[in-house]
């Protein structure tokens, strides 16, 4: 397939983000030095989780060792610097700002022993000592698929939710991801957190990078298979004229199918639609729900929930 020459179309466009709760929490992270995948990776729906009360928090630095061709994260080496007080200060930082669920996210770090598993750990264990009702969603890398470090995070850390994204479909790896990262040692990964004692685990695929129809469903099988419980699947959208370039939009109604499909296959959730992300408030509404013991039966087609139901699940902090 030949990559696109033309505009996005308009299920693609979206309201420049605003509200009294998202300027807030702008301000707090930049009074704290926090840095967000949310901005860095120049997600659209940063609107739409912020004032909701979701945030996805980047630690171990801002340089990944690994250079994927559709992140706009910097890659480089970080030459093995790390900051010890990190942990502390994120838990800290947190305890005072208005969130219910946050997502706790990494740069890949080649150049630690341990991949950063321990500081992973160390920063959950720091959040739930200042924020004990906040619900805590680690978003990892592949930690080289050494199983100990995927353990190290889910023992030690005792995250509310364990996330690994495979990205895209098998026969895209390739062009798409660093040549360390592949699909099976992903699935690994993530059969090595359920292994672990990771109660929820989620993942997530971007489409519109040359995939077909059968190789979606393919590798919607393989990560149900992985008893993987939560997956998103979004629109992949070029950073830069230097990343991956997109093959094709995919209509709305393809986001139906892949969500109705994915139901199908005994997913607990699935968030299907242009702009859903890995990190995707719907989606960790919907897991909020099921943490207390009470899933939201309530979502629209697009994995949406009501903003209704934003506001009556949880306590805000």
């Not at 390739?174 to 989620?202: I, N, P």
């Not at 230097?242 to 499909?261: G, T």
């Amino acid at each position: 397939m030949t990559p696109l020459a033309h505009k996005k179309p308009d299920w693609l466009r979206v309201r420049m983000p605003g509200g009294e709760r998202y300027a807030r929490l702008r301000e707090t992270m930049r009074e704290r030095d926090l840095h967000t995948v949310c901005e860095e990776a120049r997600c659209p729906n940063i609107g739409e989780c912020w004032g909701a009360g979701t945030a996805t928090i980047m630690i171990l630095g801002e340089t990944c060792t690994r250079g994927c061709r559709f992140c706009a994260v910097n890659t480089g080496n970080p030459e093995g610097v790390v900051d010890p007080r990190e942990p502390e200060n994120v838990g800290r930082a947190l305890a005072g700002m208005d969130l219910r669920y946050v997502v706790l996210t990494m740069v890949d770090r080649d150049d630690l022993y341990d991949g950063g598993a321990a500081h992973v750990a160390a920063t959950v264990r720091r959040i739930k000592t200042h924020s004990p009702e906040l619900f805590v969603e680690t978003l990892v890398g592949d930690f080289a698929g050494v199983h100990a470090d995927v353990e190290t995070v889910v023992r030690d850390g005792a995250p509310d939710v364990f996330s690994h994204n495979v990205e895209v479909v098998p026969e895209l790896q390739r062009k798409m991801r660093d040549a360390r990262c592949s699909w099976d040692r992903s699935v690994d990964v993530l059969l090595a957190a359920r292994a672990a004692g990771a109660t929820v685990t989620k993942s997530s695929l971007m489409v519109g990078c040359g995939e077909t129809d059968a190789q979606v469903l393919d590798a919607m099988r393989s990560l149900r298979d992985a008893h993987v419980d939560v997956l998103t699947i979004g629109q992949y959208l070029r950073p830069s004229p230097r990343h991956a370039e997109v093959v094709r939009y995919v209509e709305p109604a393809e986001f139906d199918h892949y969500r109705d499909e994915g139901l199908a296959m005994g997913f607990a959730f699935v968030a299907s639609g242009p702009l859903v992300r890995s990190s995707y408030r719907a989606a960790e509404a919907y897991l909020e729900g099921v943490l207390h013991g009470r899933p939201d039966q309530d979502f629209d087609r697009y994995g949406r929930a009501p903003m209704k139901n934003h506001h009556v699940r949880l306590k805000v902090m």
